[in-house]
């Protein structure tokens, strides 16, 4: 099947600082990827979806000045986290939709692991 | 609205013994359903998915699911679990037309399924 990968699979990171999160398609193109946010023994709660070359559309609820998407190319979307706090402190995981994959398969990153300290 | 149900948090299963974990769902139209499989600090991976035909679909690592139209469900079974099929399962919906979904997957809160020697 198709390949996400995310980098980095972990961050520790200080109060106030902003981090970013990178996912990449590394076989396909992917025009459209999303974000899911991830806490310990629950389901994943879809932040945004990023769409190549245009804004993303961020679900209701979702910060869009605290968690900026930015899908530059057809294999690359970034979560940057900015002015982290602890509360965010999370799971964070990436999915692409692979057009080649047959109907509307999501292929999801391995995930990236965020603490706040 | 569409939403996804997994009723039960946790499956026990011994080793060797049928295993079948549950999810109904609530859209409108018909449904494009998938299932995927998370280990400890991963990302997910996908299994099988329904988006028409025969009702039972066959997947990975031996898994089937069974497509219930007048149920609304697609539960996840295998013939004989495996101690290494442990992990955390989500049943995840996409409804239809697409035009008006984003592509978005509305997931499931999750079972653990545990398999015992």
């Known amino acids: 099947g198709a390949v996400v990968s995310q980098h980095p699979s972990r961050v520790i990171c200080k109060s106030g600082t902003s981090v970013k999160i990178e996912c990449r398609s590394l076989d396909f193109q992917a025009t459209t990827m999303f974000w899911y946010r991830q806490f310990p023994k629950q389901s994943l709660m879809l932040m945004a979806t990023s769409n190549e070359g245009s804004k993303a559309t961020y679900e209701q609820g979702v910060e869009k000045d605290k968690f900026l998407i930015n899908h530059a190319s057809l294999t690359l979307s970034t979560l940057t986290v900015t002015s982290a706090h602890p509360e965010d402190s999370s799971f964070y995981i990436c999915s692409a939709r692979d057009p080649g994959g047959g109907v509307e398969t999501q292929y999801f990153g391995p995930g990236t692991r965020l603490l706040v300290l | 609205a569409q939403s996804v149900a997994q009723p039960e948090d946790q499956v026990n299963v011994a080793e060797g013994n049928p295993l079948t974990v549950k999810c109904t769902y609530s859209?409108?139209?018909?449904?494009?359903l998938f299932w995927y499989v998370q280990y400890p600090n991963r990302g997910l991976q996908f299994l099988l998915k329904?988006?028409?035909?025969?009702?039972l679909v066959k997947g990975s690592y031996g898994f089937e699911a069974e497509f219930n139209k007048s149920q609304t469900s697609f539960h996840l079974k295998k013939p004989s679990a495996l101690v290494s099929d442990s992990a955390l399962y989500f049943c995840?919906?996409?409804?239809?037309?697409?035009?008006?979904?984003?592509?978005?997957?509305?997931f499931g809160q999750g079972t653990e399924l545990s398999v015992k020697p």
């Open positions: 329904y988006i028409t035909g025969d009702n």
């Open positions: 859209v409108s139209g018909n449904p494009y």
């Open positions: 995840a919906v996409r409804g239809r037309p697409f035009y008006n979904q984003g592509g978005k997957l509305i």
